[in-house]
């Protein structure tokens, strides 16, 4: 469907003025002040030497003598980079796998699988580098497999050294000749890898490769690790001490990860993001299988985005090469800080929405909700909208909203702001003695409930973590799930917890016998 650009200015001007009304529906963080007063060090001091009446085991004392220490991250060194080419289906992403020791890439049996490039830190011999894999050229193709190959030229040119991989079994094809040709237009050192040699007979096949004028085919089996010690040492001997292509890749900028049902336009808006045409984007849903980083750096701030595939369904109806990619989109959730969980504003939420909403929650990531292609929606989807996040979001107000269009760049600049308040309060810790100060506010203001005569009474809280803020509460009786909800509540509007999930846990413990 295509829009005119004129009519979709309109469109975004009609809303622009008042689209602040949604945005603004989520919390807004107050002027913090976590500073302990002598007050709040006393009550706390007070309320310790009171515990000391009550059963504790050898948890609750580490927990509570525990010393609270900032993780430091230190810079990695720029590491030199090897790409994976060759045309779909000789066995890149096997060897990737193979190299990297793990299912990393997601494979199947049919070509055309990989279409990003995908970096991966990697190790051979003592030496480090960056192994990027990439989808299969061809030549003279049209659509979503042209910019694949674009891709793939693109690793090329940012590369250091070239791993070419040619089905033996097969052996050179046109393509290959044409590869062949780029490689050579490019001068970057290139080890010619002959893949899907399986035993003796194969290595006769492996030989006919000297024919391409690249010097000698290391015969190997990606599938079952033959020959891959010999083609690594050849490959690590190639690449350069000093990278000329490799980014610093620091363990400190955050991890941002661009989530939601397929064709929602994660890679789109990453695209505009990073200012260039890095991910592969299609009309077709379902273009991005493996997780693809990133680093980009917004306003003077690095940041690590990883583009992810769609979730469709539940990963146990999904199969073949959409399984493999949920489960990398599961596991790029998990290294994540933060996940930006698109959905199209242009439509209904759905299940899928409200469920991939929920896998960022129940993960412990903060959470930032994007409302993507606002530029195709009509002014009567504006009031269904603001019903269906109040119904269906109900739960979940704390987090921040921002409305956006990946496709024009419209307000994708408020996407940043968003992020940096929600990994904020994820990292957010309050000191004992002014949380144990708020509860005896909020606890003397609205105590807990009676339940059969006896009511439960907070002796004791800590804050246990952060990344997500996870607190502690000891009490003399079960604290009721609506009671933990209220404080929780009030947690957030005093201490502006805006964009990440709290837990509470309580620990019910009883006066030591005399």
């Known amino acids: ?4 650009s004129s009519a979709s200015e309109a469109a975004q001007n009609a809303v622009a003025g008042d689209d602040a009304a949604l945005d603004a529906a989520a919390p807004v963080a107050p002027d913090l002040d976590l500073t302990e007063t002598e007050d709040d060090v006393a009550r706390e001091r007070a309320l310790r ?9 050898e948890e609750d004392q580490a927990l509570l003598d525990s010393e609270w220490s900032d993780e430091e991250s230190e810079a990695e060194q720029i590491l030199p980079v090897l790409a994976i080419i060759g045309r779909p289906n000789v066995g890149k992403s096997t060897l990737v796998n193979r ?32 192994l990027v894999d990439t989808g299969g050229w061809e030549v003279d193709v049209a659509g979503i497999e042209s910019k694949v190959a674009e891709q793939a030229e693109v690793a090329i040119s940012l590369a250091d050294a070239v791993v070419f991989v040619v089905d033996a079994a097969v052996g050179a094809t046109a393509t290959d000749e044409r590869v062949v040709e ?16 399986d035993g003796a007979s194969g290595e006769a096949d492996a030989a006919y490769l000297w ?55 994660k890679s789109s808006l990453l695209n505009k993001i990073a200012g260039s045409e890095r991910v592969v984007v299609d009309e077709v849903a379902g273009t991005t299988r493996d ?35 949920s ?35 129940d993960s412990g990531r903060a959470l930032v909700i994007a409302y993507n292609k606002w530029d195709l929606m009509d002014e009567d989807r504006r009031p269904y909208l603001e019903r269906e996040i109040e119904k269906e979001l109900v739960q979940i107000q704390w987090a921040p909203r921002v409305n956006l269009s990946a496709r024009t760049g419209w307000h994708s600049e408020r996407l940043v702001p968003a992020i940096e308040r929600s990994l904020a309060s994820w990292d957010r810790r309050i000191p004992t003695g002014k949380l144990n100060s708020f509860l005896g506010e909020l606890v003397a203001a609205h105590p807990h409930p009676l339940r059969g005569g006896k009511q439960s009474r907070i002796l004791f809280a800590t804050q246990a973590s952060t990344r997500p803020p996870r607190f502690v509460i000891f009490a003399t009786g079960f604290i009721e799930a609506g009671y933990r909800r209220f404080i929780e509540r009030r947690l957030r509007e005093t201490f502006g917890f805006e964009g990440t999930p709290i837990e509470i846990s309580v620990r019910v413990r009883e006066k030591r016998r005399r």
């Open 327 to 361: 489960l990398r989109t599961a596991a790029a959730i998990d290294k994540a800080e933060v996940g930006v969980v698109l959905v199209d504003a242009s439509a209904p939420l759905t299940e899928q929405d409200i469920r991939v909403i929920q896998q960022v929650v």
């Open 99 to 130: 190299i990297l020791g793990r299912r990393e890439a997601v494979v199947e049996d049919k070509p055309g699988v990989t279409r990003d490039r995908v970096s991966y830190p990697a190790e051979w011999a003592g030496r480090r580098f960056m």
């Open 291 to 325: 997780p693809v980083d990133e680093l980009i750096e917004l306003r003077g701030i690095p940041y690590w985005f990883v583009d992810t595939a769609g979730i469709r369904r539940r990963v146990h109806q999904t199969k073949g090469a959409d399984f493999y990619a």
């Open 1 to 4: 469907m295509t829009h005119d």
């Open 49 to 57: 030497v009171g515990l000391e009446e009550f059963e504790l085991d």
């Open 182 to 197: 780029l490689l050579r237009r490019s001068g970057k050192p290139v080890v010619l890898c002959a893949n899907k040699v």
């Open 211 to 265: 024919a391409l004028g690249l010097g000698e085919p290391f015969p190997v089996s990606a599938l079952h690790g033959r020959g891959t010690g010999d083609l690594l040492d050849a490959a690590v001997k190639a690449l350069p001490t000093k990278s000329a292509h490799g980014t610093l890749r620091p363990s400190g900028p955050r991890r941002v990860a661009l989530v939601g049902r397929p064709n929602v336009g």
